[in-house]
């Protein structure tokens, strides 16, 4: 079974420009979360998806959104970039939202850097 | 209060020896806890979780870890550690009473294996 795949892996941007990020979940797993690590803050939680609709969702502005299709897809967008936000986001899907023993398996990242 | 607590930035141990890399978790009610391992320019990849029952769970690459509530941890152990286990580990834990279906993830531990 393929893993989680996430599109691009790099990617430089400048201030105030925007940015999506792609993520294709394992096959079958219907819920998609996005987490941002970085070296001073660590791994936080940005939003969780699951069924086209945001379940979760972490303390990130409003610049940071997201979105998943029909077919478990999701993308995330940040708007009016800031140097702050050049890190690595991480994908992850499980199985369901509502089973919380279910582990979550990551995508290999989107590195963002931000000049 | 930090919810999840990894208090050794980095451990270093022999190849062959036994290693702990150390997790603490303060939630209320019923923690799903987890162990990931972060190899350079990767995603993160699952170890291990605890959820219910016996409180030594084993999980991949000879890794398992020992869930002990009275002390409310979750360290991480392998009896004979490898060069290759060199990577940053991660704890986290599911607190749906507290946080909703997100993980929240300890600071990271790096680990280093010497030969």
């Known amino acids: 079974k393929a893993g989680v795949t996430q599109t691009p892996r790099y990617l430089i941007k400048t201030r105030g420009q925007q940015v999506t990020l792609s993520c294709s979940p394992i096959?079958?797993?219907?819920?998609v979360s996005w987490y941002q690590q970085t070296p001073g803050q660590g791994l936080q939680f940005l939003f969780e998806y699951f069924s086209e609709t945001q379940r979760n969702k972490g303390n990130f502005p409003g610049r940071f959104s997201g979105r998943q299709f029909s077919n478990s897809r999701s993308e995330m967008n940040v708007s009016t970039l800031e140097l702050g936000d050049s890190a690595l986001y991480l994908c992850?899907?499980?199985?369901?939202?509502?089973?919380?023993?279910?582990?979550?398996?990551f995508g290999p990242g989107t590195r963002l850097t931000v000049l | 209060a930090q919810s999840v607590a990894q208090p050794e930035d980095q451990v270093n141990v022999a190849e062959g020896n036994p290693l702990t890399v150390k997790c603490t978790y303060s939630v209320s009610g019923n923690p799903y806890l987890f162990w990931y391992v972060q190899y350079p320019n990767r995603g993160l990849q699952f170890l291990l979780k605890y959820i219910t029952g016996d409180n030594l769970v084993k999980g991949s690459y000879g890794f398992e870890a020992e869930f002990n509530k009275s002390q409310t941890s979750f360290h991480l152990k392998k009896p004979s550690a490898l060069v290759s286990d060199s990577a940053l580990y991660f704890c986290a834990v599911r607190a749906v009473r507290q946080y909703g279906n997100k993980l929240v993830f300890g600071a990271g531990t790096i680990l280093r294996v010497k030969s």
């Open positions: 096959s079958g797993h219907r819920s």
């Open positions: 992850a899907s499980s199985l369901e939202a509502g089973a919380s023993y279910n582990e979550q398996f």
